[in-house]
């Protein structure tokens, strides 16, 4: 899958590039990637198996006690709801961990591509704490992103 992004990376055109940093482009091909392969591992299976479960047992309650079944399902839209709810909320601060963990990457690859110029200027100190204002108030992108406010 990873090769698959690659490849495709390679056959977009030069100004998809010139648009982007090389930080989000790796954060794209690591982190999502990631998800996506964990999604399909392990999330796709819990998901069948939880809908499943919830057919078997919601259709064995309604056979069992039909008149208490629609009371016991009531709050299931509220659930829903909230989980919908929580997810809009949640997509603009993943936004903005994704675009400072795309800073990071993007700093850590320029970094580690000039690290003799670095050693070279004994600008070790200058790259490690000069620059960390430039990735905003929080050393853990996710730290603040992810909390509630």
Request: glycine fraction near 8%; include cysteine; charged fraction near 20%.
């Amino acid at each position: 899958m990873r090769l698959d992004t690659y490849s495709h990376l390679q056959e977009l055109e030069l100004s998809y590039f010139e648009t982007r940093s090389t930080g989000m482009l790796l954060s794209i091909l690591n982190d999502d990637i990631n998800q996506l392969e964990r999604f399909l591992d392990s999330g796709a299976a819990n998901i069948l198996q939880f809908l499943t479960t919830v057919l078997a047992v919601g259709g064995t309650f309604i056979w069992i006690a039909p008149q208490v079944a629609p009371f016991a399902m009531l709050p299931i839209p509220l659930i829903f709801l909230g989980a919908w709810t929580f997810q809009k909320r949640l997509a603009p601060r993943y936004a903005d961990v994704r675009e400072k963990s795309g800073l990071i990457s993007s700093r850590l690859t320029n970094n580690l591509t000039g690290i003799a110029t670095i050693k070279s200027f004994t600008a070790e100190a200058y790259e490690r704490d000069g620059r960390r204002p430039a990735l905003g108030p929080s050393r853990c992108p996710g730290k603040r992103g992810l909390s509630s406010q």
